[in-house]
C-alpha cells in the first residue's frame, strides 16, 4: 500500500473562513476528513501536515524522503514565490503532484506562475476538494500498476 503526504501550505487552516466564495465554505478538518476517507477507499495511506511557515513545509518535504511513496502539496501563495520548496522537492526525488482548490490559471497574472510545476508530476487544480481526490486516484492507479508490472 502507497504512502502519501499531503502537505498544505499557507493559509489552508483559514479554509472556511477566508474568502469562501472562492475557496469554499468547507473548513480544514473537513478537507482532511475528506482526504483520509478518499485514500482509505482508493487504497492509500495518508498522512496530512499544514504550515504557514516555508521553512515549516521544506521540513515536512526532507522528513518524507524514504517514508514515502508520493507528496501531494498545496503551498498556497508559496506556489509562486518559493525556490526553497522547489529545491526540497527536487532534493527528496519523490513523486508530487501539485494541488489547487481554486484555478489559479484564471486568477491575478502572479498566480499563473508555480515554482512547484517545474518538478510535479501532475498538476489538478481549479476543482476544490475534488483536486486532492484525483490526485489520490492517480496516484493510486500509478501504485496499481506498478504492483501489477512487478508480478
Do not use: W
Not at 73 to 87: C, E, F, K, M, R
Amino acid at each position: 500500500m502507497s504512502k502519501v503526504l499531503v502537505i498544505n501550505g499557507v493559509n489552508l487552516n483559514m479554509l472556511g473562513i477566508r474568502e469562501p466564495d472562492l475557496y469554499g465554505k468547507n473548513s480544514y478538518a473537513d478537507l482532511v476528513k475528506g482526504i483520509k476517507a478518499y485514500a482509505k477507499k482508493v487504497g492509500l495511506k495518508v498522512k496530512c501536515v499544514q504550515s504557514n511557515y516555508e521553512g515549516k513545509i521544506v521540513d515536512y518535504i526532507q522528513r518524507a524522503r524514504g517514508k514515502f511513496d508520493a507528496i501531494i502539496i498545496n503551498p498556497g501563495a508559496y506556489t509562486h514565490t518559493s525556490v526553497a520548496i522547489l529545491d526540497a522537492l527536487k532534493a527528496v526525488e519523490i513523486s508530487t503532484m501539485e494541488v489547487h482548490l481554486t484555478n489559479v490559471n484564471e486568477r491575478e497574472d502572479f498566480r499563473k506562475i508555480s515554482y512547484v510545476s517545474l518538478v510535479a508530476a501532475q498538476r489538478f487544480i481549479g476543482e476544490g476538494f475534488n483536486s486532492y481526490y484525483k490526485a489520490l486516484e492517480h496516484i493510486a492507479l500509478l501504485s496499481r500498476a506498478e504492483s501489477s508490472f512487478e508480478k
